[in-house]
């Protein structure tokens, strides 16, 4: 391993580190007020929409975005798994059994 | 998952993420094969940096030659979205020590961020530092396990996607949003599905003028925003 790759390493886990880390000390030894409870609040909704939609596009520097189509038909079969079990495992199986199917009969 | 918050009940709640892990670790530690990084530099900066998509911008620049500033500086705006969700879910731990906070911040991932805002709504909006921890490190040790793996097998896989591990992530996600709608009694579900709603507008149009990852961040700022202004006030 080169110093290069090591550096690199080593900067970008620090940078990351920080980035998980400092929000813990700041909310630890603040009062939070409270808009901004109400704010975060709807982070873990906002941001796993974002996590998912970002899945299901793709980015073309300087044109609208795509539609990652695999992605798209694997999905129904796993939100349908989700409503019908209401298990986290069983949508993760269902996907990823959807999405290997999917490539078998050369969709993906 | 249940209401207990015990190391034990954190190690069986996580394992439903385990598979985007091992998927996304596979794939990888195969891609960090085939752009000749060594098995002891995917193990370090599984450990070191910790992070999935991060790590693929990392070893594509690594391979380009890029500046080490504008790796770290690409590094830093991936996981700035680490800052919101641990800003999140470190008021629930706010009575715990400062070397907890730090122990349990530092292992933190999209995954287990999730995960703990679902248990949450079992829990009368609880969490404790054990569990977390249980879920961290398991994932911690899996993704690094999977990322070596991956480099190890590079060679003899070459389509770890035939197998649709992959969509591991994306399933994962499906379900912990699906179960946090349907859960999370603190919001109408009126509310939450205009801010889901909201939000993968706001992607797509974000997405015409940004790459994915700094889409993704304004639109959640964005929509925890629009989710202030239309909750119901009473």
């Known amino acids: 391993m080169t110093n290069y790759v090591l550096v690199t390493i080593l900067l970008s886990g620090l940078v990351t580190w920080l980035s998980r880390v400092v929000p813990f000390a700041i909310i630890k030894n603040l009062a939070v007020p409270k808009w901004l409870i109400n704010f975060l609040s709807f982070v873990p909704v906002a941001i796993m929409t974002a996590i998912f939609v970002e899945s299901l596009l793709v980015y073309h520097a300087g044109q609208w975005p795509g539609f990652n189509l695999e992605n798209i038909y694997a999905s129904i079969p796993a939100i349908l798994a989700g409503v019908l079990t209401k298990s986290l495992l069983a949508v993760v199986i269902t996907g990823v059994v959807a999405m290997a199917l999917l490539r078998l009969v050369g969709m993906g | 998952m249940d209401s207990s918050l015990t190391f034990k009940s954190g190690a069986k709640d996580v394992v439903p993420t385990l598979f985007g892990y091992i998927g996304v670790g596979l794939?990888?530690?195969i891609v960090a094969n085939?752009?000749?990084?060594?098995?002891?530099a995917v193990l370090l900066m599984s450990l070191i940096?910790?992070?999935?998509?991060?790590?693929f911008i990392i070893i594509s620049m690594l391979l380009a030659g890029s500046p080490i500033s504008a790796i770290v500086l690409s590094t830093f705006l991936i996981n700035s979205r680490m800052i919101l969700m641990s800003l999140s879910i470190a008021q629930y731990f706010k009575k715990d020590s400062l070397l907890q906070n730090i122990a349990l911040g530092s292992l933190l991932t999209d995954e287990t961020f999730a995960l703990s805002m679902n248990k949450l709504n079992q829990t009368q909006q609880k969490l404790r530092p054990r569990w977390l921890h249980a879920a961290n490190i398991i994932a911690y040790l899996v993704w690094a396990a999977a990322t070596v793996v991956g480099c190890l097998l590079g060679n003899l896989i070459a389509d770890p996607n035939q197998f649709g591990l992959d969509f591991a992530v994306v399933g994962m996600f499906i379900g912990l949003l699906y179960l946090q709608i349907i859960t999370d009694r603190s919001k109408t579900l009126k509310t939450?599905?205009?801010v889901v709603l909201f939000v993968?507008?706001?992607m797509f149009f974000l997405m015409r003028f940004f790459p994915g990852n700094i889409a993704l961040l304004i639109a959640t700022l964005l929509g925890c925003g629009f989710g202030m202004v239309v909750t119901p006030h009473d």
């Open chain 2, 34 to 40: 085939t752009s000749h990084l060594s098995v002891l």
């Open chain 2, 192 to 194: 939450q599905l205009l």
């Open chain 2, 200 to 202: 993968a507008i706001a």
């Open chain 2, 49 to 55: 940096v910790y992070a999935g998509s991060a790590q």
């Open chain 2, 27 to 29: 794939a990888m530690g």
